[in-house]
T-cell receptor, first 111, second 112 residues
């Protein structure tokens, strides 16, 4: 079945440093979504990417979808303590409605 | 407006018992998903409903797990003969067609 892997599993950064998490799928994706889960909370939707090579920005967050639609990345510029949480990518294949989540990257921002 | 509501928030049960977990989706959302999340892991897909029917139940681990959505709104996840390995947070999410998922706060199930 479809597998979605994320690296790194954990990342500790000093406040103000940049952060990147990478997502790789074993199969070509029709779209990819990113979610953030704060400690003790539930996943909250951040963004969806659909097109090959697509890049979207939300303030300090930049999301990319690979040309082959099998990988994606999330980059945060100048991290803040409010960025703390676990970031998950989640992908769909073809017309499937099932959304497969990666294992997540847990971000800790040290003040 | 109201988000996805899951009850109970916590459930402790003994091995071998039967449990039911309830999900109230956002009004008007036709799609409903159940996921299971273990500590340090991403949400693991269990089942997806479109309306009243289970459109994809390929994630249910075995026949002890069953879910219903009889009127196309509230859904119940049912687990028979619970095992310690069933302990996890069970997340429900709902969405409009081709839209992002809105998750509830989950039910933390502990099987002793």
């Amino acid at each position: 079945g479809q597998q979605v892997m994320q690296i790194p599993q954990y990342q500790h950064v000093q406040e103000g440093e940049d952060f990147t998490t990478y997502c790789n799928s074993s199969t070509t994706l029709s779209n990819i979504q990113w979610y953030k889960q704060r400690p003790g909370g539930h996943p909250v939707f951040l963004i969806q990417l659909v097109k090959s090579g697509e890049v979207k920005k939300q303030k300090r967050l930049t999301f990319q979808f690979g040309e082959a639609k099998k990988n994606s990345s999330l980059h945060i510029t100048a991290t803040q303590t409010t960025d703390v949480g676990t970031y998950f990518c989640a992908g769909r294949t073809g017309s499937a409605r099932q959304l497969t989540f990666g294992s997540g990257t847990q971000l800790t921002v040290l003040p | 407006g109201a988000g996805v509501s899951q009850t109970p928030s916590n459930k402790v049960t003994e091995k071998g018992k039967y449990v039911e977990l309830r999900c109230d989706p956002i009004s008007g959302h036709t799609a409903l998903y159940w996921y299971r999340q273990s500590l340090g892991q991403g949400p693991e897909f269990l089942i997806y409903f479109q309306g009243t029917g289970a459109a994809d139940d390929s994630g249910l681990p075995n026949d002890r797990f069953f879910a219903v959505r009889p009127e196309g709104s509230v859904s119940t996840l049912k687990i028979q003969r619970t095992e310690r390995g069933d302990s996890a947070v069970y997340l429900c999410a709902s969405s409009l067609p081709h839209s992002p998922l809105h998750f509830g706060n989950g039910t933390r199930l502990t099987v002793t």
